[in-house]
């Protein structure tokens, strides 16, 4: 309870422009080859359409947990600019609204689209809400827990590589512009 309640305090106070605080968390190291790979899993997009992972084999990715109505929301514009930036050389942000962290994405799938699409102008692949945490998450987020960690927060960014397997993660407080996001993608490209 009390992690839940620091973590809700965190969200609700974080500055809207986090462009310029320096990373907080490092990413974790796990040989990549201990992870299983995402690419057996099918999820749904936003509208509702079939999305299998395998279409992301060859590419490197960035899954995050996405909610609207947190202070860490501003980070989509950081996430869109990353994925326009390196979307040419194979890379691309996932999205996974998730409603576990504050009750902060209580949307339907097409009101998440609506507001990621005119508030941000996010293109990048959006799906469907899903479990991140507990007995019950989704397949995904067990691969990804399992690998480096479960999120405790919203945004919580895993990196994926061209092979399907998370290879390094960051908390909510390391923005996407932070170099060492960067230093990871460039790595792995």
Same mark, same amino acid.
């Given at each position: 309870?009390? #992690?839940?309640?620091? +973590?809700?305090?965190?969200?609700k106070?974080?500055?809207?422009?986090?462009?310029? /605080?320096?990373?907080?968390?490092?990413?974790?190291? /796990?040989?990549?080859?201990? %992870?299983?790979?995402?690419?057996?899993?099918?999820?749904?997009?936003?509208d509702?359409?079939?999305?299998?992972?395998?279409?992301?084999?060859?590419?490197?990715?960035?899954?995050? /947990?996405?909610?609207?109505?947190?202070?860490?929301?501003?980070?989509?514009?950081?996430?869109? %600019? #990353?994925?326009?930036?390196?979307?040419?050389?194979g @890379?691309?942000? #996932?999205? @996974?609204?998730?409603?576990?962290?504050? +009750?902060?994405?209580p949307?339907?799938?097409?009101?998440?689209?609506?507001?990621c699409?005119?508030?941000? +102008?996010?293109? @990048?692949?959006? @799906?469907?809400?899903?479990?991140?945490t507990?007995?019950?998450?989704?397949?995904?987020?067990?691969?990804?827990?399992?690998?480096?960690?479960?999120?405790?927060?919203?945004?919580?960014?895993?990196?994926?590589?061209?092979?399907?397997r998370?290879?390094? %993660?960051?908390?909510?407080?390391?923005?996407?512009?932070?170099?060492?996001?960067?230093?990871?993608?460039?790595?792995?490209?």
């Open positions: 309870m009390t #992690l839940l309640l620091s +973590g809700l305090a965190a969200c106070s974080v500055p809207r422009d986090r462009s310029s /605080n320096p990373p907080s968390e490092t990413t974790m190291t /796990n040989a990549p080859n201990e %992870a299983r790979s995402i690419h057996a899993l099918t999820m749904k997009r936003l509702g359409s079939a999305a299998p992972l395998v279409s992301f084999k060859g590419k490197v990715l960035l899954v995050v /947990n996405t909610a609207s109505e947190c202070g860490y929301t501003p980070q989509y514009e950081g996430l869109q %600019a #990353l994925h326009a930036k390196y979307e040419a050389r @890379f691309a942000v #996932l999205g @996974f609204p998730s409603n576990d962290f504050g +009750g902060q994405e949307g339907s799938s097409q009101e998440i689209a609506t507001f699409k005119t508030k941000f +102008g996010v293109v @990048f692949p959006m @799906f469907e809400k899903v479990k991140t507990g007995d019950d998450r989704s397949e995904l987020y067990a691969i990804l827990s399992d690998a480096k960690g479960p999120p405790k927060w919203n945004f919580h960014k895993y990196l994926i590589d061209k092979a399907g998370p290879v390094a %993660a960051w908390s909510s407080a390391v923005a996407p512009e932070s170099p060492e996001i960067a230093r990871a993608i460039d790595a792995q490209l």
